[in-house]
């Protein structure tokens, strides 16, 4: 609830978009609360920050827990934000106990996992992992043109003088934790849900260009009306992924007509396309068939379809999945096991280490919302599997390694 004061809005919900000054206000004010649990902190170049509880070995690879802290325009208290403070709570209360741990646990606030601002989404973690240079990602505009290297700099400075991390420092494990953002664990009624993998993920803008005209003078068969053919792609589109099993999930998310005139033909009209699927194959084939279809739909105007994001399904591994079961066991918790819908930081950080994730139930399955809300207890259970998963990875010592793939 104090994070949530950082952006807040008048429904309830939250406005803490990436690098801004409000989203660095509450970076500040988790750094205070982990400083009195002397956590160490520092930051890399994208913005990405780790909070360290210091191992008995500094040889080895630590183990990573976090999420993110930036919201959509209209989002939530909890999303991403439980992860951070179920880690913070979980490394304090190893802590105040004086575990003596070999490997060191580390806190991480991933930048811009929303892409609200700056597209794409998951960009820090990307970054980090390699999955995008550091250049593209600072030559991402916001819709007002702004580049994200025009302001990062000053985002950065807000922290205070902090070391600067290296992008892919080895990792031994990491784990997220996260509100589900669906109601499947809500109508099972548990508490807690151990994720077996994070469906596929393709965003595209379609960019449609005609001619800017005057409405009362121009006839319909002169007029290059952008609008008019954004509207005939998008009703097309859309039917097309609509399919008969309701798997495939197709959103188109932001719309901007230009000039926006009452009475004027528009010329321009940009508009966003969200699209994921659990299976790689019809990811690949109902994807490939945007562009195509634009093309056809277009005429008299034309199209420039760019692809911002794709990222194929993936899989954690068994060996974390089964850690995190038997960390609920300890705590007397059921679980059960589910496919992400949403996409998150822990896809990137799966091609660097062994990566699991740990869902708690919404109410009503409402996320990027400003009613999204968690009930304390569900809260509470999955950051005590958390903590046990935690400690049972930072204490494994330099020969026991987890494997790396299924």
Excluded at 16 to 22: G, K, L, W
Aim: aromatic share 6%.
């Amino acid at each position: 609830m104090a994070l949530a004061s950082h952006g807040a809005l008048a429904r309830g919900g939250v406005n803490r978009q990436a690098f801004t000054a409000v989203d660095a206000d509450a970076r500040l004010q988790l750094m205070a609360w982990a400083a009195e649990s002397g956590l160490e902190p520092s930051i890399d170049a994208i913005g990405n920050l780790f909070l360290r509880l210091a191992g008995t070995d500094s040889t080895l690879p630590p183990v990573l827990t976090g999420s993110h802290l930036d919201t959509q325009p209209a989002g939530g208290k909890f999303d991403g934000t439980f992860g951070v403070l179920a880690g913070l709570e979980a490394l304090t209360a190893i802590q105040a106990r004086q575990l003596s741990l070999p490997r060191s646990l580390e806190l991480v606030v991933w930048a811009n996992e929303e892409g609200s601002r700056f597209p794409p989404t998951t960009m820090g973690s990307s970054v980090f992992a390699g999955g995008m240079k550091l250049d593209q990602a600072l030559a991402a505009r916001d819709d007002q043109g702004m580049a994200l290297g025009d302001v990062i700099e000053l985002f950065l400075a807000r922290h205070g003088e902090l070391p600067r991390r290296d992008f892919g420092t080895p990792v031994h494990a990491y784990l997220e934790a996260h509100i589900e953002q669906g109601p499947v664990l809500e109508r099972a009624e548990c508490s807690l849900g151990i994720v077996s993998g994070i469906q596929g993920l393709r965003w595209f803008e379609i960019e449609v260009q005609g001619q800017e005209a005057h409405a009362g003078t121009t006839p319909r068969a002169a007029r290059r009306d952008a609008q008019a053919a954004a509207m005939r792609i998008a009703m097309a589109l859309t039917r097309y992924f609509e399919d008969e099993d309701d798997i495939a999930r197709f959103t188109i998310g932001r719309w901007q007509v230009q000039p926006g005139s009452p009475n004027t033909v528009a010329g321009r009209v940009v508009f966003t396309i969200d699209f994921r699927h659990p299976d790689a194959g019809a990811l690949e084939r109902m994807g490939d068939a945007i562009a195509p279809l634009c093309e056809q739909l277009a005429a008299p105007c034309d199209v420039l379809v760019q692809e911002l994001s794709h990222s194929a399904p993936i899989h954690f591994p068994s060996a974390i999945r089964r850690l995190l079961t038997l960390a609920a066991r300890d705590a007397g918790m059921a679980t059960l096991e589910l496919m992400s819908g949403a996409t998150h930081d822990a896809k990137w950080l799966h091609t660097m280490a062994p990566t699991g994730m740990l869902f708690v139930p919404c109410e009503g399955g409402v996320s990027h919302n400003q009613a999204e809300s968690a009930a304390p207890e569900d809260l509470r259970a999955g950051t005590q599997v958390l903590c046990n998963a935690l400690i049972r990875l930072a204490g494994e010592s330099g020969a026991a390694r987890m494997p790396s793939s299924q």
